[in-house]
């Protein structure tokens, strides 16, 4: 059963547009909330985190929403860019265990020059 | 300043064979985890460290040993290679701040490892 759902397999967008990329959670016990950025042949690297105490985080063109209510959360990139082409994983975790992050199956995103 | 460092980045085993999977890192975190990547799949956590000598299993560690005898290395074994363990793996780290842990985790580039 997964607890973090990654939906949307895939998102291409025009270059200079809005990137949005959703994931939904199933498990109440998550209160942290992480994007990271995946390209081929390297390892994830950190984007963006949300608390469980915020609604939205932003970081530049990278902007996070959670929706608690709705089990919900939603990485804004505005304006898109051709190196934001890539695998994105949204991860979350628990207070209290040890860091141990769930993630996401990842959305890949490619941005249309 | 590395950061997290895998080697090998590919190996190709036989079944049964038993091989070590190397991780390090130079930034003093207190945690480290192993995760694998399979098609479709996402990041599934293995085995994670709090600390030196101090191991838990994460979500699928049947098939994997690991120990941790120093704060900077954490190496995963392969007891007895299956086909089923072909995959990417990860290697990651972070500070650990304790029951409300939530720094953000640094990765090593991989490890691919194919079983035959």
């Known amino acids: 059963d997964q607890q973090v759902k990654q939906n949307s397999p895939s998102l291409s967008v025009q270059e200079g547009r809005i990137s949005i990329l959703n994931c939904d959670y199933t498990?109440?016990?998550?209160?942290?909330f992480l994007w990271y950025k995946k390209y081929p042949a390297e390892g994830p690297t950190f984007l963006i985190s949300?608390?469980?105490?915020?609604d939205k985080n932003e970081d530049g063109r990278f902007t996070v929403f959670l929706n608690k209510s709705a089990k919900h959360l939603s990485l804004h990139i505005v304006p898109s860019q051709p190196g934001d082409s890539a695998v994105y994983f949204c991860a979350a975790s628990a207070a209290g265990a040890n860091s141990k992050l769930t993630f996401g199956k990842g959305i890949t995103l490619s941005v249309r020059p | 300043n590395a950061g997290v460092t895998q080697t090998p980045k590919f190996q190709v085993l036989k079944t049964g064979q038993s091989m070590t999977l190397q991780c390090a890192q130079d930034m003093n975190h207190e945690y480290m985890s192993w995760y694998r990547q399979d098609p479709g799949m996402g990041l599934r956590l293995i085995h994670y460290s709090v600390g030196a000598g101090i191991t838990d299993q994460g979500e699928v560690p049947n098939g994997y040993n690991v120990s941790r005898s120093t704060t900077e290395d954490f190496p995963l074994r392969l007891l007895s290679a299956a086909p089923s363990q072909t995959s990417v793996y990860f290697c990651a780290s972070s500070r650990f701040s304790g029951l409300y842990s939530n720094q953000p985790q640094h990765f090593g580039d991989g490890t691919r490892l194919s079983i035959l």
């Open positions: 498990n109440s016990m998550f209160d942290y």
């Open positions: 949300i608390s469980s105490i915020k």
